[in-house]
Nanobody
């Protein structure tokens, strides 16, 4: 079992930055991949970024254009999402996810069996 708690969301003006954190507890020694997804009202839950826990390989959607960076701190069992040059269209609830049994679909919501409660990010014009 893995428990995930997101933090760091809030209100920011367009062009600003936020760093989201996701603290993991439980069977963290077995974590394989962790990821960030986001969901705006009336929209599908959208893949943002993923990271391999042991190796550190990262994966992003093409639309991010280098604005977002996912990273990890193994000592703190925490994954981060650094978001720069934020746009109003980035407004969403951001969810942290983890899998202990990676099957090769890092950008698919069905890959992950553990989810946090989400943290709200609102970007104003």
């Amino acid at each position: 079992q893995v428990q995930l708690v997101e933090s760091g969301g809030g209100l920011v003006q367009a062009g600003g930055s936020l760093r989201l954190s996701c603290a993991a507890s439980g069977r963290t020694v077995s974590m394989d991949y962790m990821a960030w997804f986001r969901q705006a009202p009336g929209k599908e839950r959208e893949f943002v970024a993923a990271i391999n826990w042991s190796g550190g390989s990262t994966y992003y959607t093409d639309s991010m254009k280098g604005r977002f960076t996912i990273s990890r701190d193994g000592a703190k069992n925490t994954v981060y999402l650094q978001m720069n040059s934020l746009k109003p269209e980035d407004s969403a609830v951001y969810y942290c996810a983890a899998t202990l049994r990676y099957r090769g679909r890092y950008n698919n919501v069905h890959e992950y069996e553990y989810w946090g409660q989400g943290t709200q990010v609102t970007v104003s014009s």
